[in-house]
């Protein structure tokens, strides 16, 4: 089956650096995959996906690194902002039902110091 | 509306009564999905609508659990005889089409069981 996780549970970066945020995963057959940013009290907001036919995707000051020889992916924050204080998650598609369902990693946190 | 929308977002039960908790979807969105989060955890899957079609209830963890979407927009998810361990974050996703879609998540119904 598939488990995404990730290597860090807290992160911690001044306001102005880049963040990076890791995520492993396990079910080589995933494709697609996908970054969420959590705030308190809300549900998870899209931030970016990639597909297994790219290695990287960029957005705007994010940018979504996918390595399917490792099956690690990461996130990564250009001049990171106390706005991106949250959780983030990485989550993979599951086709082990019938349609596909995403697996989520437990979450990283991240901290902007100002 | 533009979003995922879900209701109510605070609800506190006494053990063994039945709760339903309501999603309205994006408009047009053919994929509806529910997930359960724990406090510290990342969302699981529970189940999974295709229009009117429920494709996949893997995730739905006893038969006191029962979801259904009639005329393939608004969705309900209900609880019967509800337990202490049903107390969590009950999150609805949408997504245009299946597969290799982005989730957009509703700020989910926080249940706590008393």
């Known amino acids: 089956g598939e488990s995404v996780g990730l290597h860090l549970p807290t992160l911690s970066v001044q306001e102005g650096d880049n963040s990076i945020i890791n995520c492993a995963y396990s079910?080589?057959?995933?494709?697609?995959f996908i970054w969420y940013k959590q705030e308190s009290g809300k549900g998870p907001q899209f931030i970016i996906d990639i597909r297994s036919n790219m290695d990287k995707r960029q957005g705007q000051r994010v940018t979504v690194l996918l390595n399917k020889t490792v099956k690690h992916l990461s996130l990564q924050i250009a001049a990171t902002q106390p706005g991106d204080s949250a959780v983030y998650f990485c989550a993979g598609m599951n086709y082990g039902g019938s349609q596909g369902n995403l697996i989520f990693g437990k979450g990283t946190k991240l901290s902007v110091k100002p | 509306g533009a979003g995922v929308s879900q209701s109510p977002r605070y609800k506190v039960a006494k053990r063994g009564q039945d709760v339903a908790l309501r999603c309205d979807p994006i408009s047009g969105h053919v994929s509806l999905f529910w997930y359960q989060q724990a406090l510290g955890q990342g969302p699981e899957f529970l189940t999974y609508f295709q229009n009117e079609a429920q494709l996949d209830k893997s995730g739905l963890p006893s038969d006191r659990f029962f979801a259904e979407r009639p005329e393939g927009s608004v969705s309900t998810l209900k609880i019967q005889r509800t337990q202490q361990e049903d107390s969590a974050v009950y999150l609805c996703?949408?997504?245009?089409?299946?597969?290799?879609?982005?989730?957009?998540f509703g700020d989910g119904t926080r249940l706590s069981i008393l």
């Open positions: 079910n080589s057959a995933s494709d697609y």
């Open positions: 996703a949408s997504s245009l089409l299946s597969g290799n879609q982005p989730q957009h």
